[in-house]
């Protein structure tokens, strides 16, 4: 177990819906990042946010957006779905320590867009 | 996306065996890490290196960190059927303040009992 959580565990949803999953990072940690993992696809960065800010963007669509809240959980909405959003959803959070950062994973929510 | 070369893409070998694969880039990192995910689950960390030529072990792992800090490499010794999975490689840049996380496209691991 790596402290970190997201739920849901699994999504099934329909073309043009919207949907919101949720990442609690581990204790302490400021970091949150969110990558997309499509069928037999390496990890893509979508996005990370440090201590309720963005740091840095990778991937994203336009149609995908996140935020932190106070409380550090983050929450990563993808709206107007496609098939092509189909994918593994994980959550990463992350402290870093004398310039080094090591990144903990989520389980990851499985969505399934029909 | 940046991304390293990460080989091979997939191994299929007997229970017993050793396996090593590795990753490469034209940049220069200063962490390199490996991951392992199982199916279904999140990639969970094996082993973090930190410094140009450090060789670490956790288990049946050992990873190092290439001199010139452009390539790590990954060896599991006497496979067992639970190696079963990807492993990632991902290497850390860092610009001032800001640290990006570079990640290779997975070595795919079969073992046959």
């Known amino acids: 177990d790596s402290g970190v959580t997201q739920t849901p565990k699994h999504l099934i949803t329909a073309t043009g819906q919207r949907v919101t999953l949720r990442c609690s990072p581990r204790?302490?940690?400021?970091?949150v990042y969110w990558y997309q993992q499509s069928l037999d696809q390496g990890l893509q960065f979508l996005i990370q946010?440090?201590?309720?800010?963005?740091?840095a963007k990778g991937n994203i669509l336009e149609r995908f957006s996140a935020q932190q809240f106070p409380d550090l959980h983050s929450e990563l909405n993808l709206s107007s779905l496609e098939l092509g959003d189909s994918a593994l959803y994980f959550c990463?959070?992350?402290?870093?320590?004398?310039?080094?950062?090591?990144?903990?994973f989520g389980p990851g929510t499985r969505l399934l867009v029909l | 996306g940046q991304q390293l070369n990460q080989s091979p893409q997939s191994m299929f070998i007997q229970e017993g065996e050793d396996v090593s694969m590795n990753c490469t880039s034209s940049s220069i990192f200063n962490t390199w890490l490996w991951y392992k995910q199982d199916p279904g689950e999140g990639p969970v960390l094996l082993i973090a290196?930190?410094?140009a030529g450090e060789l670490t072990s956790n288990g049946r792992l050992t990873a190092q960190f290439g001199i010139t800090r452009k390539d790590s490499f990954l060896n599991i010794s006497a496979s067992i059927p639970s190696d079963v999975g990807i492993y990632f490689c991902?290497?850390?840049?860092?610009?001032?303040?800001?640290?990006?996380?570079?990640w290779g496209l997975g070595t795919s691991l079969a073992v046959n009992p």
């Open positions: 290196l930190y410094k």
């Open positions: 946010y440090y201590n309720g800010e963005e740091r």
């Open positions: 990463a959070s992350s402290v870093s320590s004398r310039g080094q950062e090591t990144q903990y």
């Open positions: 991902a290497g850390q840049l860092r610009a001032g303040n800001n640290r990006k996380l570079i």
């Open positions: 204790s302490g940690d400021l970091s």
